[in-house]
């Protein structure tokens, strides 16, 4: 293994390591460098030849953690099948993320507004090509201008962002319930279905 193939697994392991250490009762604000060391089997001191700080660890994990995200959706609405809906794929592939990935989508949740102006503007600036993504094919799919097409995204990713973090650590039943009333909202919103009553 050349010199840069292993910088780079030491780096992986590093920003392994730090996801693994997230739950819901830890935040990235109260990890410590020698426990991301420990956990990704370095000594602390080579830690630096990584990242600077831990700051710029937590924003590569925002950086990650959007990227993950993306990966899967944009593969969500390449696999849709026979008589099945992008909304419904599109949710379903989203709660399995947040069931297989619980704490990459707990620290998009918590930075979002978390006390760090650095990590709101990166987690802010992850849902946003979330959006633009997203108003992308909408526009494609629907032929509706550019304006109109994220302003439709914008309302998507809200409304599925709060119903992620409901199912975060619900029981199987209410990520279920969750998850079809997610999509009925998401139809209503795009103009598929009339409003669930009630």
């Not at 293994?1 to 997230?22: D, Y």
């Not at 099948?81 to 993320?97: A, D, G, K, L, P």
Request: glycine share 4%; proline share 2%.
């Amino acid at each position: 293994m050349s010199r840069a193939e292993q910088k780079e697994k030491t780096r992986r392991a590093i920003i392994n390591a730090a996801f693994q250490q997230l739950s819901a009762d830890k935040s990235f604000a109260s990890l410590s460098l020698r426990e991301v060391a420990r956990e990704a089997g370095i000594a602390p001191t080579s830690f630096y030849r990584h990242f600077t700080d831990m700051d710029e660890l937590g924003l590569t994990l925002v950086d990650e953690a959007g990227l993950m995200l993306r990966q899967l959706m944009r593969q969500a609405r390449q696999r849709i099948v026979h008589n099945r809906s992008v909304i419904q794929t599109s949710v379903e592939t989203f709660m399995e993320f947040i069931l297989e990935h619980s704490n990459v989508f707990r620290l998009l949740l918590r930075e979002r507004s978390g006390t760090s102006p650095a990590f709101r503007s990166a987690v802010a600036r992850e849902i946003q090509h979330f959006c633009a993504e997203l108003a992308d094919y909408l526009r494609k799919e629907n032929k509706s201008s550019a304006e109109m097409a994220l302003i439709q995204a914008e309302a998507m990713v809200i409304l599925v962002f709060h119903a992620g973090a409901d199912a975060l650590d619900a029981s199987d039943e209410v990520r279920q319930r969750i998850t079809v009333k997610t999509i009925q909202q998401l139809r209503w919103l795009a103009g598929g279905t009339k409003p669930p009553a009630g």
